[in-house]
């Protein structure tokens, strides 16, 4: 295990419907992210929270919503989505970057496999 | 931004042999390029990563070589065993201060017994 926790493993959900997904690392980093992973395309890059703050949105559209209460927690609170936003969304934690100019590695957890239907 | 393109994006070999990965990208700022290997039903996990300071890294069976000049860094694994079969990703980061990883594409590699 990596240490990067995330709920649900699986998550089935209408296109009406709310749900959200929880990431939460007990590793002591300060930085967490959100990666969306589908078929044959490189990992995207959703969000980044560096100390609790949004410090990057890769232009995501705002049917997706993170918040990250703290450093150990992040979500991913997900309304109106669109049967191709089927995918396996990552949650990823690492040190702050370049402290000291060493960039720091990142943990991921093991996914939500979500399908809208 | 960055663009990291990865080849091959399927690689059979024989138990024993060697495989070998390859990566490009594009912002020449880019300092750290992490590999992960991505088994089935769970998320990426890191098995090697190599800075700019360096040309190569290794890691017993495993091996990461970096040419900044022609922008592409490899993957190596020698004596490929079955648990070696997964789906590789290479990521590049990268200007100082920045938080992005980009990744490739991944290579789907099957070790036959």
């Known amino acids: 295990e990596t240490g990067v926790t995330q709920t649900p493993r699986h998550l089935v959900m209408g296109m009406t419907n709310k749900k959200s997904l929880k990431c939460e690392q007990h590793?002591?980093?300060?930085?967490m992210y959100w990666y969306k992973q589908s078929a044959k395309k490189p990992l995207e890059l959703m969000f980044v929270?560096?100390?609790?703050?949004?410090?990057e949105n890769n232009s995501v559209p705002s049917r997706f919503s993170p918040e990250c209460p703290n450093s150990s927690h992040l979500f991913l609170h997900l309304h109106t989505l669109q049967p191709e936003d089927s995918a396996l969304y990552l949650c990823?934690?690492?040190?702050?970057?370049?402290?000291?100019?060493?960039?720091?590695?990142?943990?991921f957890g093991q996914g939500t496999r979500l399908t809208v239907v | 931004g960055e663009n990291v393109e990865q080849h091959p994006s399927t690689l059979s070999v024989q138990e024993g042999d060697s495989a070998v990965i390859k990566c490009t990208y594009s912002?020449?700022?880019?300092?750290?390029f992490p590999w992960y290997k991505q088994e089935l039903g769970k998320g990426p996990q890191l098995i090697i990563d190599?800075?700019?300071?360096?040309g190569e890294k290794k890691d017993q069976r495993i091996a990461v070589t970096l040419n900044k000049t022609a922008k592409h860094f490899s993957l190596h694994i020698t004596e490929t065993q079955p648990e070696d079969s997964a789906v590789y990703f290479c990521?590049?980061?990268?200007?100082?201060?920045?938080?992005?990883?980009?990744f490739g594409t991944g290579t789907r590699l099957t070790v036959i017994p």
């Open positions: 190599i800075r700019s300071n360096v």
């Open positions: 990823a934690s690492s040190q702050d970057q370049w402290v000291g100019g060493i960039p720091a590695e990142a943990f």
């Open positions: 990521a590049a980061r990268g200007q100082t201060g920045a938080n992005n990883l980009f």
């Open positions: 912002d020449s700022a880019s300092n750290y």
């Open positions: 929270y560096n100390f609790k703050e949004q410090t």
């Open positions: 590793l002591g980093h300060n930085a």
